[in-house]
T-cell receptor, first 108, second 114 residues
């Protein structure tokens, strides 16, 4: 049983397209994180959400606590956005659960 | 700049050998974590530590050991008892008691058994 489910697993887009990655979770959470993993393996945190919506540049993250669902949107996608995007939730005991990631490829 | 440093980036091990992966952070974070990542799977928790001189087993602790003698350091030893050690290992840290803080990751270490 996976506490965090992401979709799609793989996504290919043309440069400039609007992209959405979805995340559903089954545990009670303190916060939800969207992470970006580069081809070399390093991971950076993009967003931490506990409610509502956050925007950073072309990235937008939303969360619906009642539905236990979050989405990561990328507007005007660019090849440099190509990476694996991971949804992670932190439960009320401060433990993390990770989705398996969405591999995004943006083609010029 | 503050951050997490993992070393080595790439490591090769013969079967039957123990190896130790280093994780150092200068973020003054209390909590540190070790995760293992395999293709097609999410990160799985090996060990975590919320305070110096204390650590807890995660979901896949068998064949691994850790220590937390200093706040800055949380080394992971992959022992010969770990049957399938070839994987990507990530260290992470987070400041405890501050719900607004995020999690920081190191660059990861690739371990290959030859």
């Amino acid at each position: 049983k996976n506490e965090v489910e992401q979709s799609p697993q793989n996504l290919t887009a043309q440069e400039g397209e609007f992209i959405t990655i979805n995340c559903s979770y089954s545990v009670g959470i303190s916060a939800l994180h969207w992470l970006q993993q580069h081809p070399g393996g390093g991971i950076v945190s993009l967003f931490m959400l506990s409610s509502g919506k956050k925007k950073h540049g072309r990235l937008i993250a939303t969360i619906n606590i009642q539905e236990k669902h979050s989405s990561l949107h990328i507007t005007a996608s660019h090849p440099r956005d190509s990476a694996v995007y991971i949804c992670a939730v932190r439960d009320t005991g401060n433990q993390f659960y990770f989705g398996t990631g969405t591999s995004l490829t943006v083609i010029p | 700049d503050g951050g997490i440093t993992q070393s080595p980036k790439y490591l090769f091990r013969k079967e039957g050998q123990n190896v130790t992966l280093s994780c150092e952070q200068n973020l003054n974070h209390d909590a540190m974590y070790w995760y293992r990542q395999d293709p097609g799977q999410g990160l799985r928790l090996i060990y975590y530590s919320q305070i110096v001189n204390d650590f807890q087993k995660g979901d896949i602790a068998e064949g691994y050991s850790v220590s937390r003698e200093k706040k800055e350091s949380f080394p992971l030893t992959v022992t010969s008892a770990q049957k399938n050690p070839t994987a990507f290992y990530l260290c992470a840290s987070r400041r405890q008691g501050f719900s607004g803080n995020t999690i920081y990751f190191g660059e990861g270490s690739w371990l290959t058994v030859v």
